[in-house]
């Protein structure tokens, strides 16, 4: 048990602007802001990250928002859709914020027998509200407006797209130890019974889409979560020793991890529990002050003053 991949432990994707970023996925979608910290390949760009009270794994979705970004466009050898668990009978309550807030959303459907209703970020990222068939008992962060009778639990699913789904389910069985569930049309479900949420991943098979291409709105990689360094280090070696180029370990500063390419085209990260979000901030403050990784600290003022203002 404790040496599996623990379903999902985080999404990144691009954003625009950083400020639209910061107010949807807080203001308009109820998550906590875990941390303010910066690109830490590119410091003169933010990177955010939200989720639930403590940031836990499986909640987690960040962005690296770029002021003027090309937006990119979803399409095969990419994550395409985010999907979030929310509780039964909330729809109506998003429906009608979703109208007051001017966002674009489609009318609710089902798909493997659980109610979702589609909707877009200002970058035009694809996110989906679903109605678990299991009833996911996380707790959610609350908010004046979003109250836990209605606020997303963290994730339900990611959807990743294809040409050809076989070795992207090979690695998903073979190596992650997820199982085939279910198949409607060209969607395959699959999932890990290792942990009861966050736990699915949906391959999408579209032989004659296009690639997609990377910017504003798409989704740049997803990360598996696993307890610890060993474990991370012991798919290291599995993932290395079957021929594919692995990175070494990276700090992350919340977070270890470590980046391979599936074969489907999409980057796969692997990501640990340890240390979290409360290793450089209060946890009553996270996500209130500009955290810099060590490299950067004598940096502050420089970079300070070329991040977008975010009042
Ligand atoms: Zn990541």
Redesign the pocket.
């Known amino acids: 048990m404790e040496n599996r991949i623990l379903g999902l ?4 994707a691009i954003a625009g602007m950083a400020k639209q970023n910061l107010d949807f996925y807080t203001n308009v979608l109820g998550l906590r802001l875990l941390k303010k910290t910066v690109n830490f390949d590119d410091p003169g760009t933010y990177h955010f990250y939200f989720g639930d009270e403590k940031g836990s794994a499986g909640t987690i979705l ?1 962005f690296f928002p770029h002021e003027g970004a090309r937006r990119g466009s979803a399409g095969t050898g990419m994550a395409t859709n985010i999907a979030y668990a929310v509780p039964e009978g909330s729809f109506d309550f998003w429906i009608e914020r979703f109208e007051k807030y001017n966002v674009i959303y489609n009318k609710p459907s089902e798909k493997f027998g659980e109610k979702y209703l589609t909707f877009l970020d200002p970058d035009g990222l694809k996110l989906e509200l679903v109605i678990p068939k299991n009833t996911d008992n996380r707790t959610p962060w609350e908010t004046d407006e979003v109250k836990a009778n209605v606020a997303t639990k963290g994730f339900h699913g990611v959807t990743l797209t294809l040409q050809n789904k076989e070795k992207t389910a090979q690695v998903l069985t073979d190596i992650f130890g997820y199982t085939f569930r279910e198949q409607s049309g060209n969607r395959y479900r699959y999932a890990t019974d290792a942990v009861d949420t966050a736990n699915i991943i949906d391959l999408v098979e579209l032989p004659n889409e296009a690639r997609g291409l990377g910017g504003a709105g798409t989704n ?4 598996f979560r696993v307890k610890n360094e060993e474990v991370l280090m012991q798919f290291h070696d599995k993932i290395a020793g079957l021929g594919y180029n692995i990175t070494n370990k990276k700090d ?1 500063n919340y977070f270890y ?1 470590l ?1 391979f390419r599936e074969p489907g085209g999409v980057l796969f ?1 692997i ?1 640990t529990d340890n240390p979290g979000f409360g290793i450089d901030e209060p946890w009553d403050q996270l996500g209130t002050h500009l955290m810099l990784p060590p490299q950067y600290e004598s940096r502050r003022a420089e970079l300070e003053a070329v991040l977008p203002k975010l009042d």
């Open positions: 432990h985080h999404i990144t960040t740049h990689h997803i990360a992350r991890s980046y990260e990501a």
